[in-house]
């Protein structure tokens, strides 16, 4: 961090900046120039907050060098991170993991079904949804708790480890009880800081997918929750963005994907589905998102699209599905 004073700041007003730094257990460097000081903050910095700066006499701004997340990043750890949930592997080498199932799971025979359908076409992991983070509050919200033993039993018949989503910290026993595998955080829930520290103490690993309009750096500074309570299980998930464009339901933001594979050691996976909203587009982004270097996809599959209760717009039936891993294997191969 870099306070930068104003060209009229007096000595004292330089000295009193220098002894808030030496205040907060930092070290402070001053630089003085031709028309103006500059006082470097040395250090771990996120003892200081820039508001604690910017507001004392003679200081004109305060420049972060550093980023703010620390353990998610590269720097921190160079090596990718493999991430191991109930023996299925993601990231480093490991091929990517195919994620499929129903938005939300809708009754036993879909749920088993589909289940066994992804289970046959060589899925690694079956997603589905029990409780359901609906924008009305007169769509179907989700079978909850029974939808939690649909999908335990569904992993019982098919040897799929399962993820599904959670909405509230106090479903947390209710998970632990049917032994999920992977917590989902919605996109709605990516800044539930309570919620992400909470699961951070559960030891389960997590799928944290990036919040419609959140930057890269609020994205990795959410996963930054889990790895600051000694959790390092984090899957990334980039699930699509707003914009300013209608046409689509998000944008698969593949240069946020690309560049956090770039920055940090954690595995990313891509959702083509909510980013598209369409089950045509699925594929192709499915395919650029793994040349892009996603570790993964999840990809909304349903055994009757047509009558989906939620997202059936955007599934795969399974003959679709297959194509799809198919051009994916060619590409990793
Ligand atoms: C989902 O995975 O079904 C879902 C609701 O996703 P998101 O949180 O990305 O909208
Ligand atoms: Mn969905």
């Known amino acids: 961090m870099i306070v930068v004073m104003q060209n009229s700041a007096t000595q004292e007003m330089v000295d009193h900046v220098a ?15 031709d028309q103006r000081t500059a006082i470097g903050v040395l250090g771990d910095v996120t003892k200081i907050d820039e508001g604690n700066l910017i507001r004392l006499p003679g200081v004109k701004e305060v420049l972060r060098v550093s980023k703010k997340y620390k353990r998610v990043s590269r720097e921190y750890k160079q090596d990718d991170s493999v991430v191991d949930v109930s023996g299925v592997k993601f990231g480093g080498d490991n091929p990517p993991v195919m994620i499929a199932g129903p938005c939300t799971v809708e009754s036993r025979e879909q749920t088993l079904e589909i289940a066994e359908g992804v289970k046959k076409l060589g899925a690694n992991m079956l997603r589905g949804g029990a409780f359901k983070p609906r924008t009305s509050p007169y ?7 029974e939808g939690l033993k649909i999908l335990a039993e569904a992993r019982d018949k098919t040897g799929l480890p399962i993820v599904t989503e959670i909405m509230s910290v106090e ?11 992977m917590f989902q955080i919605g996109a709605r829930n990516m800044q539930n800081f309570d919620m992400l520290k909470k699961l951070a103490k559960t030891n389960k690993p997590v799928l944290l997918k990036r919040g419609m309009s959140a930057t890269s750096e609020e994205f990795l500074l959410a996963a ?33 994907l690309a560049l956090i594979r770039e920055i940090s050691h954690l595995p990313v996976v891509s959702d083509p589905s909510h980013a598209a909203g369409r089950y045509d587009l699925v594929t192709p982004l499915a395919w650029a998102s793994i040349a892009a270097g996603a570790n993964g996809l999840i990809i909304e599959t349903h ?31």
């Open 171 to 181: 479903d947390i026993p209710l998970f632990q009880k049917y032994d999920i595998d």
């Open 19 to 33: 002894k808030v730094i030496q205040e907060h257990d930092l070290k402070d460097e001053i630089m003085y120039g």
């Open 139 to 145: 769509s179907f919200q989700g079978l909850e708790e």
């Open 224 to 256: 930054e929750y889990f790895l600051a309570e000694g959790s390092d299980d984090v899957v990334l998930c980039e699930r699509g963005i707003r914009t300013f464009e209608k046409s689509t339901r998000n944008i698969l933001d593949l240069n946020t």
């Open 303 to 333: 055994n009757n699209p047509d009558e989906a209760l939620c997202d059936g717009a955007q599934s795969l039936k399974l003959d679709t599905l297959e194509k799809l891993m198919k051009r994916v294997s060619s590409l990793t191969k």
